[in-house]
C-alpha cells in the first residue's frame, strides 16, 4: 500500500501483480473521531469507506499495563473493516522492532481479522524501493517496491487474554518513515483492543545459518533392519565431514528390497534398535537425523518419520497420515497429528511420501511454525515438491528412491521459492547446502509472502 501525507484522507492501494508498479488512486474516508478520551498525538483512524466503519475508541487506562490501548469494535453488520494508524520516523538501512500487544474478543480467527501492518515510506509518504540480495524476481524489472510489512503473533494469549506481536525488520534504504496500521477487518460482533505499540531500532539480528544435507541411497544389500541401517553409516559420515546439521534419510528404509517381507516384518517399536543405532551415528557426528522406518505399537503398525538429536537421543517422530492404497491394503494404520520439533538451529516438520501429493499436510506443519520440513519419499511428482516448499515458504528437504534420470522424485533441498538448491545425482552421495533461516525473501509485487500466509490465509476447521 502506498501512502500519501497524513493531513491527506486518502491512500493509493498497489494492486498485486500489475507488472508496470502503478496504482489505483482509492479514496479512504478519515475515521470518526473516537469515542472516550482523544487519542495520543500522532494517532488517527482510517476506514475505506464510511457505511464500513467500525467503531474506534481510545481508553488512557486500557492494556494489560494500564498505558492506554485503542479499541476497534464491530456491530453485527458484515464487512466492517478500519484501523488505528500512525507515522513513526526510521532510518534507513538500519534494524527496527515493532511490538505491540493485542486482545481480541469474539472474534474466530484473530490472526485474520485483527492486522497489524507496516508500509515503509520516504519523507512524503511515497512508497520506497527495496534492496534485498534474496528477492526472488519472476518477471522483468529493477527492484522492488517494498511491499507492507505483516508482523507476526508470538505465540497464544496470555491468561489475560494479550497476545504479544513482535518482529524485526531491516528497514529499506530509501525509507524514512513507516506507517503503522492497527486493523480490524470483518469478522461481526468483535472487539480488539491494541496496547504498546513501538517500532524502535534494534541491533542487527544474527543469522541463523543452518546447513541441510540428504542422503540418495538405495538400500539394495541385506535382509535384516540392521543391515539396511549400516548402509547410511558412510553417506552420513560424509555430511557431517562437510558440517551438515541435518540429514535426511529415505522412506521406509528397512524395508526397501526385501520382497519377501511384509510391513509388519520389518515394523518395531519407537524407540527402538534402529533409532538407537541412528542416534549413535547423531551422537558422534553432532548433527540430526531424520530417517523413514516402520513402527509397531501393539497390534498396530505405522510409516514413521523420526528425528534423532546430535545427543543421540529421540526427538520425536511423524506418522504418515495419508496412506496410498498399497500401504493401506499392506496393514498400515494412518497417523492423524502434526509435530513440529524445536532444534538447536529451528523448528523442524516431517512428512513421508504421499503426504507430498496433498496440500494438508505441509501447510498443517508451516502453521504450526515448520520453517523446514524433511521429506522421506519412495516418489513423487518433483512439482509437488517445489509446490509444497513455496506454497508455505520453507525448506524441503527430500530423500527418495528414484532415479533423477527418470523425471521424478529428486534427492534435493528446495529453496522458499521452490527452487532446488542442491540434488543429489549419483547412488551413494549426498546433496547438502547452507541457508539462513532469518533471511526472509521478498517477491515482486509480494513482498515477504510467507508473513502475509497467517494474515490472509482463509480459516479452515482445522485452523490452529
Not at 504498546?196 to 542487527?204: H, K, N
Not at 557431517?240 to 515394523?267: I, K, M, W
Request: hydrophobic share 40%.
Amino acid at each position: 500500500m502506498r501512502a500519501f501525507p497524513n493531513r491527506l484522507p486518502w491512500l493509493v492501494l498497489l494492486l498485486a501483480g500489475v507488472g508496470s508498479g502503478t496504482g489505483i488512486a482509492v479514496p479512504l474516508a478519515k475515521g470518526a473521531e473516537p469515542d472516550g478520551a482523544a487519542a495520543p498525538r500522532g494517532w488517527s483512524t482510517r476506514s475505506p469507506r464510511a457505511e464500513i466503519q467500525p467503531r474506534f475508541t481510545y481508553l488512557p487506562e486500557g492494556g494489560p499495563n494500564q498505558r492506554g490501548s485503542f479499541v476497534i469494535e464491530a456491530d453485527a453488520r458484515e464487512g466492517l473493516i478500519g484501523w488505528w494508524q500512525k507515522t513513526f520516523p526510521v532510518q534507513g538501512g538500519r534494524f527496527y522492532k515493532f511490538s505491540a500487544k493485542r486482545k481480541a474478543e469474539h472474534i474466530a480467527t484473530p490472526r485474520q481479522t485483527a492486522v497489524p501492518r507496516i508500509l515503509w515510506q520516504d519523507a512524503q509518504g511515497r512508497s520506497v524501493l527495496r534492496e534485498q540480495p534474496s528477492v526472488a524476481s519472476f518477471r522483468p524489472g529493477g527492484r522492488p517496491v517494498a511491499e507492507p510489512e505483516y508482523p507476526a503473533d508470538q505465540g497464544p494469549p496470555d491468561a489475560r487474554g494479550w497476545t504479544t506481536v513482535s518482529t524485526v525488520y531491516h528497514v529499506p534504504a530509501d525509507a524514512s518513515q513507516a506507517l503503522v496500521e492497527l486493523a480490524y477487518q470483518w469478522a461481526t460482533g468483535g472487539r480488539v483492543e491494541w496496547s504498546e505499540v513501538a517500532l524502535e531500532e534494534t541491533a542487527t539480528p544474527a543469522p541463523r545459518r543452518v546447513r541441510l544435507a540428504t542422503v540418495h541411497l538405495k538400500p539394495e544389500k541385506g535382509s535384516t533392519n540392521q543391515e539396511k541401517c549400516d548402509q547410511f553409516a558412510a553417506p552420513i559420515a560424509e555430511a557431517a565431514r562437510q558440517q551438515a546439521d541435518l540429514v535426511v534419510l529415505p522412506e521406509t528404509l528397512t524395508y526397501f528390497g526385501r520382497d519377501a517381507s511384509t510391513y509388519a516384518d520389518c515394523a518395531e517399536p519407537i524407540p527402538g534398535p534402529s533409532t538407537a543405532y541412528f542416534g549413535r551415528l547423531a551422537k558422534e557426528h553432532d548433527l540430526y537425523i531424520v530417517a523413514g522406518l516402520l513402527e509397531r505399537d501393539q497390534h498396530l503398525v505405522y510409516n514413521v518419520a523420526v528425528l534423532i538429536g546430535p545427543d543421540g537421543a529421540l526427538v520425536g517422530k511423524y506418522r504418515k497420515v495419508t496412506l496410498p492404497r498399497g500401504e493401506v491394503s499392506g496393514g498400515i494404520t494412518p497417523g492423524h497429528e502434526y509435530p513440529v520439533f524445536t532444534t538447536r538451529f529451528g523448528r523442524v516438520g516431517m512428512m513421508i511420501c504421499y503426504d507430498g501429493f496433498f496440500p494438508e499436510v505441509a501447510r498443517a506443519l508451516s502453521n504450526r511454525g515448520a520453517e523446514v520440513i524433511a521429506w522421506p519419499v519412495w516418489g513423487c511428482n518433483p512439482l509437488l515438491a517445489a509446490a509444497r516448499a513455496c506454497e508455505n515458504h520453507v525448506y524441503l528437504v527430500s530423500s527418495t528412491f528414484t532415479d533423477p534420470k527418470d523425471n521424478w522424485t529428486l534427492s534435493a533441498i528446495y529453496s522458499q521459492d521452490g527452487r532446488p538448491l542442491a540434488r543429489a545425482s549419483e547412488w551413494g552421495t549426498i546433496a547438502l547446502t547452507e541457508v539462513d533461516l532469518n533471511e526472509p525473501l521478498y517477491w515482486h509485487s509480494l513482498g515477504d509472502f510467507k508473513a502475509q500466509l497467517p494474515r490472509h490465509r482463509a480459516p479452515t476447521p482445522a485452523d490452529p
